[in-house]
């Protein structure tokens, strides 16, 4: 049978929260599967990487299903790809979260434990955005945090948020997209980025 090769793939690999990505994209009336299938990934029109949870557990789950190649192979094929939340974090080398975990290292940098304020961060925050972003508007996103990515190369940091002090709220870089809040789960502002990141359409902050 013949790939369907304009669906928008959710990459199943046992996170949370993909059940409410994928409630998202049936109400845009998005095209999509939730497949952990190395094929059906490969040959995605998008893919969408969402989860909550331990950074360790995630990559143990990714390993466990033989996606890690997959993952960085898609990236590096220019397929248009999301991360959120933990799927932001593991596209970076490691995490105080696990130490001596490896991420992905797609992009260099690490992920830090927040210092100080109430942890993990949970509710509306305000993201600001940079020259690297295209798809976010400057509006309130909801997060539930402990960690924060901090990126080496901060040219691809397309959003900050002030959480007792900036933090990346979120990355953009070529074909890949990433982002610490829920769009999920931010109501009219997040449904705002998806339509905008399913779509291409490029918005000016």
């Not at 952990?36 to 969408?48: L, Q, R, V």
């Not at 797609?106 to 305000?126: T, Y």
């Not at 074909?175 to 789960?185: L, M, S, Y």
């Amino acid at each position: 049978m013949a790939l369907d090769l304009n669906k928008t793939v959710i990459v199943d690999y046992e996170a949370g929260n993909i059940r409410s990505v994928a409630n998202m994209l049936t109400f845009l009336n998005v095209p999509f599967e939730i497949t952990c299938d190395k094929e059906k990934i490969y040959n995605a029109k998008k893919i969408i990487f969402p989860g909550q949870g331990h950074f360790a557990q995630a990559m143990n789950n990714l390993e466990k299903k033989g996606l890690i190649p997959v993952i960085k192979e898609c990236c590096s094929m220019g397929i248009p790809f999301l991360g959120i939340c933990i799927g932001f974090q593991i596209l970076f080398e490691e995490s105080e979260e696990a130490p001596g975990v490896d991420g992905l290292g797609i992009f260099k940098g690490c992920v830090k434990k927040f210092k100080s304020g109430k942890i993990p961060q949970i509710g509306w925050n305000k993201i600001i955005t940079t020259e690297a972003n295209t798809f976010l508007k400057q509006d309130y996103f909801y997060f539930v945090n402990s960690y924060y990515v901090e990126p080496e190369d901060k040219n691809i940091i397309s959003s900050y948020c002030d959480y007792n002090g900036n933090f990346c709220s979120s990355i953009q870089k070529n074909n890949i997209t990433a982002v610490q809040f829920h769009p999920e789960k931010s109501a009219k502002a997040g449904m705002s980025f998806f339509e905008n990141w399913i779509n291409g359409v490029l918005v000016n902050g």
